[in-house]
């Protein structure tokens, strides 16, 4: 794929860490995330999320249903386009294959020795347009040896987040395993949410006025 002159489509999501954007290239679209616009106070923390994508990515190169790295720069990331809408834009309602379909694709990642960590976002599940599930932003994402027990623990936290979105869109389709599941929560979930998750509103929300916003445009 050429991707030295491309032309930007549509601008996705621009926050403190860069802006996303649906570039056309010679042998089609792709996403770009791009740090040239990052403050010089963020761009450490900017490139050390993009270079945790990079190297997410490139774990999971040839697999389905999730981007694949097309280039990295260190200070511009490039991945596939993948066609589809977020969940909330597309609410699977009452798709238990969507949601069948969805824990396979969180199985064969885990596999690949990684844990996406921000699956509680809406905005990080695609409905695909054939229906299909996908899973994008691996900013977060760990990895590591798939049946080391930190893994095993972070995949555990990766499958209750889809569950959480089965029990909205499928309540009736959740099974006495998945609630059993649902319930029992881990000393690393619990721990983030006492101390880890206000720090991060505050910063985001308060500090830098940065919302997970993708797919529906830039921040004024």
């Known amino acids: 794929m050429d991707l030295h002159s491309p032309s930007e489509i ?10 996303i954007s649906l570039m056309q290239g ?5 996403v770009r995330r791009d740090l040239a616009h990052v403050p010089l106070w963020l761009r ?17 190169a040839g697999m389905a249903d999730v ?5 990295w720069t260190g200070g511009r990331l490039d991945r596939s386009y993948m066609d589809g809408a977020a969940m909330y834009q597309r609410p699977p309602r009452g798709d238990v294959a969507y949601f069948r379909r969805a ?18 976002k809406e905005a990080n599940w695609l409905v695909l347009a054939d229906g299909r599930p996908g899973i994008i932003d691996f900013q977060l994402a ?11 623990l972070l995949a555990r936290q990766d499958l209750r987040h889809l ?10 389709s959740i099974t006495p395993v998945e609630r059993r599941v649902l319930k029992r929560t881990s000393w690393v979930r619990d721990l ?29």
């Open 163 to 172: 569950l959480k979105h089965k029990r909205m869109y499928c309540p009736a």
């Open 192 to 220: 983030w949410f006492r101390t880890g998750k206000p720090v991060y509103r505050f910063i985001t929300r308060r500090l830098l006025k940065w919302e997970d916003n993708e797919g529906q445009g830039p921040k004024p």
């Open 103 to 120: 824990r396979r694709l969180l199985q064969q990642l885990h596999r690949r020795g990684i844990a996406h960590n921000d699956l509680a």
């Open 67 to 71: 981007p694949q790295l097309l280039d």
């Open 44 to 60: 450490l923390p900017a490139w050390w999320l993009a270079r945790r994508e990079a190297l997410a990515l490139r774990r999971v």
């Open 26 to 30: 010679a042998e089609g679209p792709f």
């Open 10 to 19: 549509a601008a996705l999501k621009a926050d403190s860490f860069g802006r």
């Open 142 to 152: 760990t990895r590591g040896q798939p049946r080391s027990r930190w893994m095993r």
